[in-house]
């Protein structure tokens, strides 16, 4: 049985190898979702990506994830630290969620340091460029097998 993964791309995740490529990388959006299908097939998940800008596009998504989809993954941009409306919506849903960001969100400025929508996740990937993606999917397929 094939399990069910989103992968839900916040803010500006739409300008990827374009938007500050020293701190974001050149990878584009496309090539980063056939990064993130090519391997959740191989970990058995049915991959939907979808990318927004805006906020409740991005709440609609996580909710229709509940009974939807049986883990999430998200990049929230911006959103990490300023969405409460986000952070509620992630605590709301009953897949498990893991948080991905591209950079050392821990190292950048202070404001990007606080993550309000971490807490209510299952973990968070910071720091490994596209890779963290995958290594999220990795993550996601133990937890839904019991191993994490």
């Known amino acids: 049985m094939t399990d069910r993964l989103l992968v839900i791309h916040g803010p500006n995740l739409n300008l990827l190898g374009i938007r500050e490529p ?16 090519g391997h959740g097939a191989g970990r058995g ?5 979808r990318q927004s800008n805006h906020e409740g596009v ?11 989809s049986d883990a999430v993954i998200i990049n929230p941009g911006g959103f990490t630290h300023s969405s409460i ?6 605590a709301a849903i009953t897949p498990p969620v893991i948080e991905v960001h591209l950079s050392n969100i821990s190292a950048r400025e202070e404001f990007r340091r606080t993550s ?8 968070m990937i910071s720091g490994f460029g596209w890779a963290g993606y995958l290594l999220a999917i990795d993550a996601a397929r133990r937890l839904l097998d019991g191993a994490a």
């Open 22 to 37: 020293d701190i974001y990388g050149r990878t584009t959006l496309a090539e980063l979702d056939r990064q993130i299908t």
């Open 116 to 123: 309000i929508t971490a807490p209510v996740c299952a973990g």
């Open 85 to 90: 409306a986000i952070r509620d919506a992630i």
């Open 45 to 49: 998940f049915d991959v939907r990506c």
């Open 58 to 68: 991005i709440i609609d998504e996580l909710h229709q994830a509940n009974g939807g």
